[in-house]
Structures are given as C-alpha cells and as structure tokens.
C-alpha cells in the first residue's frame, strides 16, 4: 500500500500577514455582556410581579419607565450576541443606566412610599447597567491597543 501525497505544496502565508482582529477573549465579550443585558432587561419586564408594586400611579409610572429601558437593553443585548460590539451600543447602555438611576428623581417616585421599591431597584438595576458599560468600552480600549499588528500596520500606513 502506497502513501500518497501532493505533488503541489499549499501556499504558506508568511506570519506577518496573518492578523487576527482581536485577542481571542474578545469574542467572548459578547457573550459576557449580551446575556446579562438580556437578564436584566427581562427583569425590568417582570420586576411589576416578582416585587409586587402596588396599582397606584406612581408604581404604574415607574414600571412602564422599567418597561421601556428593559425593551431598548433587551435588544441591545441580543445585538451583542449577533454581532460585533460597538461603542454606540456602550453608549446606549450607558445611558440607559444613567436615566434608571435619575428617574426616580426626575419622575417623581421617590418620595412616595408606595414606589420606594420601584426606586431601589431602578437605582441598583441603573448602577450595574453602568458599570457594564464602563466595563466594556474599557474591555474595548484594551483590545483595540493590545492587538497584534497593529503598531506594524501603523507603520505601514504611514510609510
């Protein structure tokens, strides 16, 4: 029995041309972040029923602001998991998170005692929010500056 191999060798790309975009834990950020922003949106969905606000206007206000943060970080989150993060999705969550934590200022449901569960939540749900997105525009800046090449390709481009 005969071993047969090729008579044509593959062409070899030399080591410098092959750059991958980011380091591989970058791929893992999307996920690192893409689930928990889907957990929390669906917690700002259901937040009405697990801490059982009560039916006056105040909770009612507060739950249909959680309402609308939750559909925008939902989607943002699902968007992180199909495609590439970006800086205007950091921003977006950011943002999201700064107005969970000032609405209950802004809108008026601190001060009554019927909403004080709403507010809490809105806070500690704003502050984690927050904290994701300082997360990952840091995350980003680190892979963008660590990446492999791209002091060469610098170079390259201004030559």
């Known amino acids: 029995m005969a071993v047969v191999?090729?008579?044509r060798t593959r062409e070899v790309v030399p080591w410098h041309r092959v750059v991958p975009p980011r380091h591989l834990w970058w791929a893992d950020q999307r996920e690192a972040l893409g689930y928990p922003?889907?957990?929390i949106g669906l917690w700002l969905f259901i937040t009405v029923v697990v801490l059982g606000y009560p039916?006056?206007?105040q909770a009612q206000e507060a739950h249909l602001n959680e309402t609308m943060v939750g559909i925008v970080i939902f989607f943002n989150g699902l968007a992180r998991l199909v495609r590439t993060p970006t800086r205007t999705s950091d921003v977006i969550v950011g943002l999201s998170g700064a107005w969970l934590v000032i609405a209950p200022f802004?809108?008026?449901y601190t001060h009554h005692s019927e909403a004080?569960?709403?507010?809490?939540n809105d806070i500690?749900?704003?502050?984690?929010?927050?904290?994701l997105a300082v997360y990952s525009v840091l995350a980003q800046a680190v892979s963008e500056r660590a990446r492999p090449g791209a002091k060469r390709e610098a170079v390259s481009a201004t030559s």
């Not at 004080?116 to 809490?120: K, L, P």
């Open 5 to 7: 191999t090729p008579t």
């Open 106 to 108: 802004a809108v008026g």
């Open 37 to 39: 922003l889907l957990v």
């Open 116 to 120: 004080g569960r709403a507010a809490a």
């Open 55 to 57: 039916l006056t206007y």
């Open 124 to 131: 500690v749900t704003g502050g984690i929010l927050i904290l």
